[in-house]
């Protein structure tokens, strides 16, 4: 189940990152001057770079999450066995 959530919320991310980008050709197209332009490339890359964030956080909270439940499986703070 958690690998599947994993996929979803990167095909989220990877869509976002799409769409910024897409928007983007469509603001530079539609800009009448070099700082339009250059203030619509400035504000994919902050999209892009908000979607990659988003990513990164969903991946370790999904690491947080596997390390809390192989403690719990496994008993963590028990005593170790004796031999």
């Known amino acids: 189940m958690q690998a599947v959530k ?3 919320s990167a095909v ?5 990152v799409s769409k910024a980008k897409a928007d983007e050709k469509k603001e530079v197209a539609t ?5 339009e332009r250059e ?12 979607a ?3 990513l990164h956080q969903d991946k370790a ?3 947080e999450e596997a390390i809390q439940h192989r ?4 008993g963590a703070g028990a005593a170790p066995p004796t031999c």
Do not use: I
């Open 6 to 8: 994993d996929k979803v």
């Open 12 to 16: 989220k991310a990877k869509g976002k």
């Open 31 to 35: 800009a009448r001057s070099h700082a």
């Open 39 to 50: 203030l619509a490339h400035e504000r994919a890359k902050a999209r892009v770079a908000a």
């Open 52 to 54: 990659k964030m988003e």
């Open 61 to 63: 909270l999904h690491r």
């Open 71 to 74: 403690l719990h499986k496994h």
